[in-house]
Structures are given as structure tokens and as C-alpha cells.
């Protein structure tokens, strides 16, 4: 029975709400019997005594966001209360027992002792608290609202990269627009509590003059009988309703001072304030200090026993603390790993790693300077920017198995590469190497394999004056970790990955997605750009790709085909980094009937196209392509083979491993303007 009568009344709580509203200003109108006010000055108090404790509890100030409301309502509340006591006042000379006993009892029967005393709480209330209490909330929804469109491409820069999902990145939004609103309403609330303070003043003045001259006037009662009645019952009304003022200050202030937290007040002050007992053990040291210079021992005394216990107390509890986190952690572990979800995680793989031996750690710890983790931010923000897709995160960790300068680069768990390197030394390369009088530890820069010195940081100008080039350790790490996302980065690129990129794509044309994808998966999508990132072909242009795809994926389901004919919608990206100083394209060319006989060999299958060259012929190929390539490279050319489209992505498959510079392009993608310049042309033995 009790139950469902507490279901009903809290189902209706909103309706309760609005009448109580409407009661508090019915009550500036009608007279309210004494008891009946008696309860209400005590609703108010209890009132804000809640109110006070609840900001004190409080972690975040957005778990309070009815406090600009609820300061209105028990404002409105207190200036109702005031009109009907001053009204039971002025026609009684006497409103209820409640402030009857405070102005007995706070003030002693003493009206100039209440009128200081009501003086000074009006004072703390207006011009400390609620003066403070709303500079705070102008400053926070001043701040808060500059703020907001960092914090929004904060938001989206986490959505775009993947690290937030679109509900997170909605409820994290929706918070920034909650904090804006309720520093702006605090703002506004901060405003009632001021104007409570001045009316209360104002009220008092009022009951005590209407007071005077009523009760002379219509009561008969002498100057000094009048002015003691109406004066104590005036400062008792003053007082009842200016301390639930002073609670909802304070507790306004608590509220919009107060950061984010993961614990209330209570604990932050003790964790924060208590956690040091040397603070603690120098303080009472400095009390025992004043006591020997003559001021009175006794409190100082007590104060400075209290301050060393406590001090203690704290020690041996955060001990106990440490202990019991140490143990409660061994236990969580080991219950933890027991669970088959743990199991699980073990065969987690992480898409790319970095681990680094011992004597690396300084590169990433901030603390010492180390910078490698911004780098790797820089990294991936290039990548992205070059080859058009988001790089996963790149865990770095240390591997006491590593040598102390060694280094890991791991791609789903196996090292794709590595090295060594000085991380208190610079990297010298180039003619600055020249001169043999500087010395030097000799090695091979990792990303290119070029021959260098790891010189000590006294001799970099002298190679820099000697025209050789100088990077720090960071430097040559972060190019060696650029080098091995831009050559495995058809093998980094995942079907999320794609999806993701869809995604974006359909923002800008939803169209294009649709169609491209009426006709092939995603796991077709897949194969396709990573045949172009194979080659280091940016898919940044999502668009041209989905509508080239859109117009041939319906002809035919030929993979390679279809990244050959995207490869030609592509061909001025492609070729234009290739340009000459004068627009030129210095080219090699195949010998007409070697490119026959190439494409001969060419047979079909369902999983692409295949060469089937005799490998004589092969090898001469490759050593013809050897021989032409160094050429061009002494020329300072790139090295660039042009071939027939059928040929091109089957030739390039063949010298990937064995030639890996060598640039190959058809034909087709050799856009109108392009002054091709051929510089060699390959051929067998027979050929030539």
C-alpha cells in the first residue's frame, strides 16, 4: 500500500512542482497562520541546508544542473515568507515561534547585537560569496563558449580518426552545450541571490519603521517598548531568512568553482590537502615556534598535537593504502586472467608497433625531452594527407630483448623492419663524410640504406660546413618509420579501414558511393586500393576513384583491370610529381617486339591476370632494366618505364621485388600536355 502511494506521488512529481510554485506567490496574498509559517521558515532552512550539502557531494557540476532553477524557486520562496511575516508583524507584533526563539536566542534579546550581527551576514552574503559567485560564473560561461569550437573539431578530429564512435562523439558534444548552458544560467542565478541580499535589507528597514509607527500609533505603546518589539521581531525575521540566503551562496559557490572530479569535495579537500604529512609536521612546527615567542601556548599547543597526529595518521594510512591497492591489485590480476574474455585478448594483435631497446626510452619520455610521440602524430597526419588513408595507431613499447639501441618496426605482430641507432648522437651523411678527420661510428641509415657516420654533436657544423646533411636520432627513426607506412601501406589498409573511408566519401558524394557500390564489395573495394597503395598511389581522391569504379565495375570484375582504369582517371596525380624542371617526362620504352612477346605471355584467370615469359627472356629483361635504370638515376632522372596498359601491371609485378624504384606507367596515363621524352628502351639479347 505504502509503495503504490510513493509510485503515484513521485509519478506526479511535476505536477507537485507547479503547485508549489504557484503557492509561493499565493502566499504574498494570503495570510498564513503562525504555526503554519512556523513550518515553512523551517522548510526554508532544511531547504537550503540540502541544497548546500548536495554541492558538497557533488563531482561534477553538471550532476547539479537544476541549481540555477532551484536558486529561483527558494528565492521566490524566502521573498514569500518575508512579505508574510512582515504583514504578521505589523498587525500582530508577533510572527510564529520560529523567529520569536532566533531572535531570543541568536541575538539575546539584544536588538543592536542582531542588527550588527544581521549587518554582517549581509555583508559575507552580498559582497563576498554572491559577488564572487557570479564573476566565477561570468568567467566560466564567458570561457566555456570560446572554447566550444576548439573542443567541437577536437570532437570531430577524434570521430574522423577513428578514436571515438558517432554516440560518443554526439554525448560529448551535447556535454560542451550543456556546460555553456549552465555556467550562462548561473550567470543569470547569481543575479536572484544578489537582489534577495538587497530586498532583505530593504525589508528590514521597512518592518522596522512600519513597525515603529504602528505599534505607537495603533498599539498604544511607548517609544522605547515599540522600537525594542518591533526591532528584535524584525531582526529575527532577518535572520531566519538571510542564513538559508548565506547556505544557497555558498553553496552557488561551491557548485561553479568546482572542475570536473571524480570524487566530492570532502575527498579531494582530504586527499589533496592531507596528502603530504611533511606539510602537516611544518605547520605544527611553525605553531610550537610562535607559542616560544610569547603567544598563548594552549591553543598552539593543541593546534600543533592535532596537526602531528593527524600527519601520522595519514602516514600510516596511505602505507596501509599502498599495501592493500598492491594486493587487491595482485588479486584483481589474477582473477582477471582466469576469465576466457582474458584468454581472448591475448590474440589481439595490434596493427603496427614500435619497440624499442632500453637505451631508446628517453625518445618518449616527455620528461626528458623526448618528442617521438608527437612525431608519430606528424607521421600519421602526413600519411593521410599523401596517400589519402588514416594510419592505425602505432603502440610503442620497450623490448628488453632488443640490444640498448636496437629498434622493432612490427606489422600485425611480425618486424617488417628495424635498426640501430645513437640517441645521444647525430646521423652524418652525404660529402660532409668526405673529410676522414672527423670521427664517427660508420652505418647505413635505415629508411634508404645510404652510407653514414654517427658523429657526436660537436663536429655537426663543421659536416655541416663540408655540405653534408645532419639529423638527430628522433629524425632518423621517424623517416624510418614514414618509409615503412608508405612501402607497407597496401598491406596496413583493412576493410575497416575502407568502410571508414567510404563513410567520409558519402558526406561529400553520396552518389558516387551508391553507384560504385551497387556493383562490388567491399572486400573488392579493398584489393583495389591497396593495388594502388602498392605503388604509392594516393587514394585521398575517394571521389574520381567510386566514379571510375561506377562506370567500368559493371563490365567486368577483373580486379586488376579495374585498378588500371582507375589508375588512368588518376594519371595527372600520378605523373605530375614525376615532372621535369621544363614539364618533361624522361622515359624508358620497351622494344617493340619484346612488348609483343610480353604481351603474349599474358594469360587470364579468375583471380587476374599472369606472365608466362620464358625466364631467359626474363632475366635479360630485368638486367636490360637494370642497366637503363642506373643510367637515367646518374642523369638525375626517376627512373620511369611507360608500356602498354595490358602490360603495365604485370611488368610491375615482376620487378617489385628485384627493382623496386623503378616507376612503371602506361600509356593511358600519360595526360594531354605531358612532353614525354624517351631517354632508353629495353631490350633482350636477341633484340639488340
Known amino acids: 500500500m505504502a509503495t503504490n502511494i510513493s509510485r503515484r506521488w513521485y509519478n506526479n512529481i511535476d505536477v507537485l512542482a507547479a503547485i508549489f510554485i504557484v503557492s509561493i506567490v499565493v502566499m504574498m496574498v494570503i495570510p498564513i497562520p503562525p504555526l503554519l509559517l512556523d513550518i515553512l521558515l523551517t522548510v526554508s532552512i532544511t531547504s537550503a541546508v540540502l541544497t548546500l550539502m548536495i554541492a558538497v557531494f557533488t563531482k561534477d557540476p553538471l550532476d547539479f544542473s537544476v541549481l540555477p532553477s532551484l536558486i529561483l524557486i527558494l528565492t521566490l520562496f524566502r521573498l514569500s515568507l518575508n512579505v508574510s511575516t512582515t504583514r504578521l508583524i505589523l498587525a500582530d507584533a508577533h510572527a510564529g515561534n520560529v523567529i520569536e526563539q532566533f531572535g531570543e536566542f541568536v541575538v539575546r534579546g539584544e536588538p543592536v547585537v542582531g542588527f550588527i550581527i544581521f549587518a554582517i551576514l549581509v555583508v559575507v552574503n552580498f559582497i563576498v560569496i554572491t559577488k564572487g559567485s557570479e564573476r566565477v560564473s561570468e568567467v566560466g560561461a564567458?570561457?566555456?563558449?570560446?572554447?566550444?569550437?576548439?573542443?567541437?573539431?577536437?570532437?570531430?578530429?577524434?570521430?574522423?580518426?577513428?578514436?571515438?564512435?558517432?554516440?560518443?562523439?554526439?554525448?560529448?558534444?551535447?556535454?560542451?552545450?550543456?556546460?555553456?548552458?549552465?555556467?550562462g544560467a548561473m550567470d543569470g542565478a547569481s543575479k536572484f541571490v544578489k537582489g534577495d541580499a538587497i530586498a532583505a535589507i530593504i525589508i528590514l528597514f521597512i518592518n522596522i519603521i512600519g513597525g515603529f509607527v504602528t505599534g505607537i500609533a495603533m498599539r498604544g505603546m511607548d517609544i522605547m517598548e515599540a522600537l525594542h518589539t518591533y526591532t528584535l521581531l524584525t531582526i529575527g525575521d532577518g535572520l531566519v531568512t538571510q542564513i538559508p540566503a548565506l547556505l544557497m551562496s555558498t553553496a552557488t559557490g561551491l557548485v561553479v568553482t568546482r572542475a570536473a572530479s571524480e570524487t566530492n569535495l570532502g575527498q579531494d579537500l582530504s586527499s589533496q590537502l592531507f596528502r603530504t604529512p611533511k606539510a602537516l609536521y611544518i605547520t605544527a612546527g611553525v605553531c610550537i615556534i610562535l607559542a616560544m615567542f610569547g603567544l598563548p601556548w594552549v591553543p598552539l599547543l593543541i593546534v600543533a598535537i592535532a596537526l602531528v597526529l593527524l600527519g601520522r595518521t595519514m602516514d600510516r594510512g596511505s602505507q596501509q593504502n599502498l599495501v592493500e591497492e598492491t594486493a587487491a591489485a595482485r588479486e584483481t590480476a589474477i582473477e582477471e586472467s582466469k576469465k576466457p574474455e582474458n584468454v581472448l585478448n591475448l590474440l589481439t594483435i595490434d596493427n603496427m608497433e614500435l619497440e624499442l631497446g632500453y637505451a631508446l626510452i628517453a625518445l618518449v619520455d616527455v620528461q626528458q625531452g623526448g618528442d617521438l610521440l608527437d612525431r608519430i602524430v606528424l607521421i600519421r597526419r602526413q600519411v593521410a594527407s599523401e596517400l589519402g588513408f588514416i594510419v592505425p595507431v602505432i603502440r610503442v613499447r620497450d623490448n628488453m630483448n632488443l640490444q640498448p639501441n636496437q629498434y622493432s618496426i612490427k606489422l600485425r605482430g611480425a618486424e617488417v623492419a628495424g635498426g640501430e641507432i645513437m640517441a645521444d648522437h647525430y646521423l652524418a651523411m652525404s660529402s660532409g663524410l668526405g673529410d676522414d678527420n672527423i670521427?664517427?661510428?660508420?652505418?647505413?641509415?635505415?629508411?634508404?640504406?645510404?652510407?653514414?657516420?654517427?658523429?657526436?654533436?660537436?663536429?655537426?657544423?663543421?659536416?655541416?660546413?663540408?655540405?653534408g646533411t645532419v639529423v638527430d636520432a628522433p629524425t632518423v627513426l621517424a623517416t624510418h618509420i614514414t618509409e615503412v607506412i608508405k612501402s607497407n601501406a597496401w598491406e596496413i589498409l583493412s576493410r575497416q579501414d575502407v568502410k571508414t573511408l567510404l563513410d567520409h566519401a558519402r558526406e561529400q558524394a553520396p552518389a558516387a558511393v551508391d553507384d560504385a557500390m551497387e556493383h562490388i564489395n567491399l572486400g573488392q573495394m579493398q584489393k583495389i586500393l591497396s593495388n594502388l597503395l602498392r605503388e604509392r598511389v594516393s587514394i585521398r581522391d575517394m571521389v574520381t576513384i567510386l566514379e571510375t569504379l561506377a562506370d567500368y565495375a559493371g563490365t567486368t570484375k577483373d580486379l586488376d583491370r579495374l585498378t588500371e582504369y582507375v589508375r588512368q582517371s588518376l594519371g595527372r596525380q600520378i605523373v605530375q610529381p614525376l615532372l621535369g624542371s621544363n614539364k618533361e617526362l624522361p622515359v624508358?620504352?620497351?622494344?617493340?617486339?619484346?612488348?609483343?612477346?610480353?604481351?603474349?605471355?599474358?594469360?587470364?584467370?579468375?583471380?587476374?591476370?599472369?606472365?608466362?615469359?620464358?625466364?631467359?627472356?626474363?632475366?635479360?629483361?630485368?638486367q636490360s632494366l637494370a642497366r637503363e635504370m642506373e643510367k637515367m638515376i646518374l642523369k638525375g632522372f626517376n627512373p620511369v618505364l611507360v608500356c602498354a596498359p595490358v602490360v603495365r601491371i604485370n611488368l610491375k609485378r615482376v620487378t617489385e621485388r628485384q627493382l623496386p624504384q623503378l616507376i612503371v606507367l602506361s600509356y593511358n596515363e600519360l595526360v594531354h600536355g605531358v612532353q614525354v621524352q624517351a631517354v632508353g628502351m629495353v631490350m633482350t639479347g636477341n633484340a639488340s
Open 142 to 183: 564567458r570561457f566555456t563558449l570560446d572554447a566550444m569550437p576548439g573542443k567541437q573539431m577536437s570532437i570531430d578530429a577524434d570521430l574522423n580518426a577513428g578514436m571515438i564512435t558517432d554516440l560518443q562523439a554526439r554525448d560529448r558534444r551535447k556535454k560542451i552545450q550543456s556546460e555553456a548552458d549552465f555556467y
Open 588 to 622: 624508358l620504352t620497351l622494344e617493340p617486339k619484346l612488348e609483343q612477346q610480353i604481351l603474349d605471355s599474358i594469360q587470364p584467370s579468375d583471380y587476374g591476370s599472369y606472365m608466362t615469359l620464358d625466364p631467359r627472356v626474363l632475366q635479360e629483361v630485368m
Open 439 to 467: 670521427p664517427g661510428i660508420p652505418t647505413k641509415e635505415p629508411a634508404f640504406g645510404l652510407d653514414a657516420k654517427w658523429i657526436n654533436a660537436i663536429y655537426r657544423e663543421e659536416v655541416e660546413m663540408n655540405g
